[in-house]
């Protein structure tokens, strides 16, 4: 029973990786009909059902008290799938979609190498057990759909504006600026209230911008981060 219960968090992560796949495939689909969605939508599906196995692994081994070595090397290669090379592949190809010099848009590729340093330091920093430093990878995949919700309704800013975005985004994930963490070890109201602040600026983000309304409740979430450091440091 014990092992099988092991394979319980590694089997929501495999799926965590296995949606990453399908997003990366939709990517380079992007107006292509799949049934009720096209590429796009199916891709950011994708990477959102992700984000929910990358939540639901972490809870089920503490859940379960089942962590291992392979575990945490499994989540980060998964995380690097799902949330690096996926959304850099979103944007490679809506920039080349949009772009008609074409090679301005390989800089999204940039992302998978700033993702990766960023999950390796994550593996080997035992001050991030309680916060984060620098942009979680997840964010950086959710930042990227909002961006994609941005263009299809406003228009393509071009690609000078893409690189900064870029630029910032790469410089984010390997920042050491401090973030606080947004998993959940349990539901208290009082413990997890700026999480919930952010899960519910999200929805109202969402609600009145659609998908682009993501993109905000990154700026949202980096900017909460910094007040709340700084005002711990005034302490």
């Known amino acids: 029973m014990s092992d099988f219960k092991g394979l319980i968090p590694n089997t929501i992560t495999s799926l965590n990786l296995l949606s990453g796949c399908v997003a990366i495939f939709m990517a380079f689909n992007l107006t292509a009909q799949y049934g009720p969605l096209d590429g796009a939508q199916w891709c950011m599906t994708a990477i959102g059902m992700a984000a929910v196995f990358d939540f639901l692994d972490g809870a089920s081994a503490r859940a379960l008290k089942r962590f291992s070595p392979i575990g945490g090397d499994l989540d980060s290669l998964a995380d690097l799938v799902s949330f690096g090379v996926a959304p850099a592949m979103l944007m490679l190809n809506?920039?080349?979609?949009?772009?008609?010099?074409?090679?301005?848009?390989?800089?999204?590729?940039?992302?998978?190498?700033?993702?990766?340093?960023?999950?390796?330091?994550?593996?080997?920093?035992?001050?991030?057990?309680?916060?984060?430093?620098?942009?979680?990878?997840?964010?950086?995949?959710?930042?990227?759909?909002?961006?994609?919700?941005?263009?299809?309704?406003?228009?393509?800013?071009?690609?000078?504006?893409?690189?900064?975005?870029?630029?910032?985004?790469c410089k984010g994930m390997v920042g050491r600026f401090k973030m606080f963490s947004l998993k959940f070890k349990n539901f208290g109201f009082h413990e997890n209230f700026i999480r919930y602040a952010i899960i519910a600026a999200t929805v109202l983000f969402v609600v009145l911008y659609g998908i682009a309304g993501l993109a905000w409740s990154i700026l949202l979430y980096f900017l909460l981060s910094m007040l709340r450091q700084r005002r711990i440091g005034a302490e």
Request: overall charge negative; cysteine-free.
């Open 94 to 169: 809506t920039m080349l979609e949009y772009d008609s010099l074409g090679w301005p848009a390989f800089a999204a590729l940039l992302l998978v190498p700033f993702g990766a340093l960023r999950l390796a330091i994550f593996n080997n920093d035992t001050e991030q057990a309680t916060y984060f430093r620098g942009l979680p990878i997840p964010a950086n995949a959710i930042f990227w759909i909002g961006m994609y919700g941005w263009i299809s309704q406003y228009g393509y800013p071009g690609w000078p504006v893409m690189w900064i975005l870029i630029a910032l985004l």
